[in-house]
């Protein structure tokens, strides 16, 4: 190791990597917003908000194998530690050496009381940008070539909508309709509140991957392929069947012989997540001293099915096929439940 921390490397190796250099991390955190009410029951909110990761972990990998082999086309690879440590086996270390960064514009609609109706939304556009995140051999990439590996990240959605909403039905003693209601048809009808919340994701990014291809490179990150010229969703059933179309040749290659992949990371998109769940409640008044609170909850009321990442293989038979549900989804599920107060 020289007295600058660096590795003696190949010829024409420069790498991005110094781990004799401690910096603690640091989070910078942005944030402005606009409100504007537009009576006194609704109010709309614009905001941008973002965050900047200076000398954190790497993505999804969170450590850092230093003696990683280089690749040299050509010739063989080197473990740089070869000869300075008396092993060649892989390190680890928890580096504080990554940057990612977080931007993102959120909108928000507030509805208080207004007709019975008491409502939340919230949109939200997102990217997250850094290196580490996804299937490839992030650490070579960040030793290395480091712009090579940098690609959005595949933890949050760009597109996303949540709804809450309550809505007080206007029947019952006490209420714009029904108010001269009897007592039994009260207790059928009167007093229920209906409430619920909404959610959509637009998808969550994820890249495509190589099962093999001739004259790959033996260490590296060698299951990555080439961008093409096709559109990877074109002619697909866009289901759970095929949501992408694979294969080798147009929206996919293969990289030359001795050389990575360049498709760009977490640029593919997962089907969408919709979900709706619904709350019916109402409370009797059995004395004055006894109340009754009866409850049905459901969670994705309309049934709807969430589908997970498809099989991101370009080179497998099943390729674009998805087999599995969404790790937030799940089927209609429906709950009941009684309260007694007094």
């Known amino acids: 190791m020289g007295s600058n921390g660096t590795f003696p490397l190949p010829a024409g190796v420069n790498p991005t990597f110094r781990p004799a250099t401690v910096t603690l991390p640091t989070t910078y955190l942005y944030n402005a917003a606009i409100q504007y009410q537009v009576n006194p029951k609704i109010a709309v909110t614009g905001a941008y908000v973002g965050n900047s990761n200076r000398h954190g972990f790497l993505g999804q990998r969170q450590n850092v194998n230093p003696n990683e082999p280089i690749f040299v086309a050509g010739s063989s690879p080197v473990r740089p530690l070869n000869g ?19 931007d993102s514009f959120q909108g928000q609609v507030k509805i208080n009381a207004w007709h019975e109706w008491t409502l939340q939304g919230s949109y939200t556009y997102q990217t997250q940008w850094g290196p580490g995140w996804d299937f490839y051999d ?15 990240g595949n933890s949050f959605p760009h597109n996303q909508i949540t709804i809450a909403l309550t809505y007080d039905l206007p029947l019952g003693h006490g209420k714009k309709y029904g108010s001269n209601l009897n007592r039994f048809a009260d207790l059928a009808i ?3 509140t209906i409430s619920g919340v909404m959610t959509y994701y637009s998808g969550f990014p994820f890249s495509p991957t190589l099962e093999s291809y001739p004259g790959q490179p033996n260490i590296g990150p060698n299951s990555r392929p080439d961008l093409g010229s096709g559109n990877p969703y074109t002619g697909a059933a866009h289901d759970r ?16 012989a001795q050389t990575f992949g360049s498709y760009p990371i977490n640029t593919l998109i997962g089907p969408q997540f919709i979900q709706q769940d619904l709350t019916f409640a109402k409370s009797f008044r059995i004395t004055e001293r006894y109340s009754f609170r009866l409850r049905a909850d459901t969670a994705n009321a309309f049934n709807h099915t969430n589908l997970g990442w498809p099989n991101a293989d370009v080179q497998a038979s099943n390729a674009g096929q998805i087999t599995r549900l969404a790790a937030a989804g799940s089927m209609r599920r429906l709950q009941f439940s009684g309260t007694v107060s007094f």
């Open 84 to 102: 300075i440590l008396p092993f060649g086996n892989d390190l680890q270390y928890f580096c504080d050496c990554s940057n990612q960064h977080y």
């Open 138 to 152: 992030s650490n070579y990439y960040f030793l290395y070539n480091r712009a090579a590996g940098e690609g959005y």
């Open 190 to 192: 009167g007093g229920w």
């Open 241 to 256: 069947s095929q949501w992408f179309v694979g294969g080798i040749g147009a929206a996919f290659l293969a990289p030359a």
